[in-house]
């Protein structure tokens, strides 16, 4: 039963360029929750998914970000135009239903911008 | 607004003895609290959890205590080994509708464990 795919695990991008991030939850989990973690800092809520549907998006800012979770297909992270502040290592989870509260987390895209 | 932190930013502690980190939360309403172990490079790994009607759950070496009065929890891990070196957060699942499993975490408590 593998975990939480992301990929990629590295990324480099130019300021003003777009970063795609893409997470494959675990099989049969249909939630899924980006974070954020600036080095040496803890993970900080983005947004949270169900298929097709954003539930809640009040950490993710307002402009320049966009997250889906397509009825096929990964969920997706979108950072358009990135600045030097966007390098930051983000984590996806995923989890079966809202009852069961236990997270399982990827290993992260390490974004870094140049 | 709400949040979870830690007391201390790094542990050092020797092999074999047993360590204590701790994390102070705001959220009174909180009702589910987890422990994380992040090594570096990868992400958060789930260590232990524990519902606000308890006081205290062991694991296989870790137990974690919650002191709802002064709104803190511990977690101590016994035997400490080389392997459990790595960064501890704290986490606090939100209230609400919507919040579903969204977590709230703490800073993070580095713990070396030197030979």
């Known amino acids: 039963n593998a975990g939480v795919m992301q990929n990629p695990r590295h990324l480099v991008r130019r300021r003003g360029q777009e970063a795609r991030l893409r997470c494959s939850p675990m099989?049969?989990?249909?939630?899924v929750y980006w974070y954020r973690q600036l080095p040496e800092e803890g993970l900080k809520f983005m947004v949270y998914?169900?298929?097709?549907?954003?539930?809640?998006e009040s950490g993710m800012p307002k402009e320049r970000f966009s997250a889906e979770f397509p009825k096929e297909g990964p969920s997706i992270l979108r950072i358009q135009q990135v600045v030097r502040g966007d390098s930051a290592a983000y984590f996806c989870?995923?989890?079966?239903?809202?009852?069961?509260?236990?997270?399982?987390f990827g290993q992260g895209t390490r974004l870094t911008v140049v | 607004g709400e949040s979870v932190g830690l007391h201390l930013p790094t542990l050092s502690v020797q092999e074999g003895d047993n360590s204590i980190i701790n994390c102070a939360y705001s959220n009174s309403a909180s009702d589910y609290f987890i422990w994380y172990k992040q090594e570096s490079g990868k992400g958060p790994q789930f260590i232990i959890d524990i519902r606000s009607n308890m006081d205290k759950r062991q694991g296989q070496r870790v137990t974690v205590l919650l002191n709802k009065t002064v709104k803190h929890l511990s977690l101590q891990i016994a035997a400490t080994q080389p392997g459990d070196s790595a960064v501890y957060f704290c986490?606090?699942?939100?209230?609400?509708?919507?919040?579903?499993?969204?977590?709230?975490f703490g800073e993070g408590t580095q713990l070396t464990v030197n030979p």
């Open positions: 099989k049969g989990h249909s939630h």
């Open positions: 986490a606090e699942k939100g209230a609400g509708e919507t919040s579903g499993s969204r977590l709230t």
């Open positions: 998914l169900q298929k097709e549907n954003i539930i809640d």
């Open positions: 989870a995923s989890s079966p239903q809202v009852a069961n509260t236990e997270a399982f």
